[in-house]
């Protein structure tokens, strides 16, 4: 358990002391809703119907951004090498970084989603229940592309297929995020299914991670 | 040249990288107390061979058998350190003190060791080449365990370096170890030496 938070804690405060990384994500998930306006025009209607897609299509993007940071670091400095001969198995020190890739690049926009909600001049139920969507969708996202990472960690310009070979797995997440967000009150079919995605992702995807990393270490 | 109860038995090992066969029908053992040194000209196969040991490379042919039910974990010094810039000198050490298992020496003390002792709290970005070599050496202190994989270990370092390595290996040996080096060097102390790639 030790090695877990070891390897957790030492990667936010690394990202702690570079800083920027956080905020380039935030900024970023802000830009795409403080343009959109200006792109769409000054119609609220049109505007609130299309939000839930802007805020699910900002976060997917500004994750993305931070994806290749995942393993590169590490595999350039030798890290990943040691950490195969680490006390807990490759599969926990997948998780332990997916978790920290989950706190510092979706925490960051589920904090800075309020700031979006008023730019797309969402009402508070809206935003609640994007906040709820993203809660449950955000940790399918971060699962999937830990695969993406691993995956093309070996690879020289790997930081730009990554996000290609996850895009078809963040799909349905995408596909039931904004379902969670213009279902009908009551309907609850989307948010389960969203949750059930990120549980499914988040319990397998260090395995296909690791075993990923293993094969390309090879 | 191996003593009864060896830690690891390598039978008709076999390595190719590339479509091309590094080594094949190599076969050795390692005793508590042995120092092999791997020798042999650039691309014989040397740090692959290490990393086969580790088990990051998988073997074309050949059996490793550890005398265990399953493979013991090892110290590994590769050319990459695995060290952190940005963070300290401690903060690196202690990290991995806690993902390998604080069975070695406190992070100070391996610090002290390797002649780092005063620069504990200095972020690790700020290391010349011979001080993170010294870093990654600190490393193998902080967590106890039995074999040690060096590759190259005196690459980078000065002479007063060399003979900090050279204590290790033997405190190590000593102590009921085995060490496996990759080295051009002369290190003293060797039970065996395996040339690759010898015509």
């Given at each position: 358990m030790s090695a877990f938070v070891a390897i957790l804690g030492r990667d936010l405060r690394l990202a702690g002391r570079t800083?920027?990384?956080?905020?380039?994500?935030?900024?970023?998930?802000?830009?795409?809703?403080?343009?959109?306006?200006?792109?769409?025009?000054?119609?609220?209607?049109?505007?609130?119907?299309?939000?839930?897609?802007?805020?699910?299509?900002?976060?997917?993007?500004?994750?993305?951004?931070?994806?290749?940071?995942?393993?590169?670091?590490?595999?350039?400095?030798?890290?990943?090498?040691?950490?195969?001969?680490?006390a807990v198995p490759l599969e926990a020190v997948v998780f332990a970084k997916m978790l920290a890739q989950w706190l510092l690049t979706a925490l960051p926009v589920l904090i800075a989603s309020p700031l979006l909600a008023i730019?797309?001049?969402?009402?508070?139920?809206?935003?609640?229940k994007t906040l709820l969507a993203l809660l449950l969708g955000t940790p399918a996202l971060t699962a999937f592309g830990t695969i993406g990472a691993a995956v093309t960690v070996g690879l020289k310009r790997g930081g730009l297929l990554g996000p290609v070979l996850m895009l078809p797995l963040?799909?349905?997440?995408?596909?039931?995020?904004?379902?969670?967000?213009?279902?009908?009150?009551?309907?609850?079919?989307?948010v389960l299914f969203l949750a059930a995605l990120s549980l499914v992702s988040v319990a397998f995807c260090p395995f296909a991670a690791a075993l990923a990393l293993r094969v390309g270490s090879e | 040249m191996t003593g009864p109860n060896p830690l690891l038995t390598v039978e008709n090992l076999a390595l190719a990288r590339g479509g091309r066969q590094l080594f094949a029908g190599l076969g050795f053992s390692v005793a508590p107390g042995g120092l092999l040194l791997l020798r042999g000209p650039n691309g014989a196969g040397k740090s692959s061979l290490l990393l086969t040991l580790a088990g990051i490379l998988r073997p074309a042919a050949g059996r490793l058998d550890w005398h265990a039910e399953e493979p013991p974990k090892l110290h590994v010094l590769s050319h990459q350190p695995?060290?952190?810039?940005?963070?300290?000198?401690?903060?690196?050490?202690?990290?991995?003190?806690?993902?390998?298992?604080?069975s070695g020496i406190a992070p100070q003390a391996a610090l002290d060791r390797v002649g780092l002792g005063d620069l504990g709290a200095l972020d690790a970005g700020y290391l010349s080449a011979g001080q993170t070599k010294r870093l990654a050496l600190a490393r193998l202190l902080v967590t106890d365990r039995r074999l040690w994989l060096l590759d190259e270990p005196l690459a980078a370092l000065d002479a007063e370096g060399d003979t900090l390595v050279a204590r290790l290996i033997a405190d190590r040996v000593a102590a009921g170890g085995a060490v496996i080096a990759a080295t051009h060097d002369d290190l003293a102390g060797a039970t065996q030496t395996l040339t690759l790639g010898a015509a």
């Open positions: 800083g920027a990384d956080a905020l380039t994500l935030v900024l970023f998930f802000v830009m795409v809703g403080a343009v959109t306006p200006f792109a769409i025009g000054p119609d609220r209607v049109l505007l609130n119907t299309l939000a839930p897609g802007i805020v699910w299509i900002a976060a997917f993007l500004s994750m993305l951004l931070g994806l290749d940071r995942l393993f590169r670091a590490d595999e350039d400095d030798g890290t990943l090498l040691l950490l195969r001969q680490a730019l797309l001049s969402m009402d508070m139920a809206i935003w609640g963040a799909i349905p997440v995408l596909i039931f995020g904004v379902g969670a967000i213009t279902a009908a009150d009551g309907s609850t079919a989307a | 695995g060290v952190k810039p940005r963070l300290t000198l401690l903060e690196n050490l202690s990290f991995w003190r806690a993902v390998n298992g604080p």
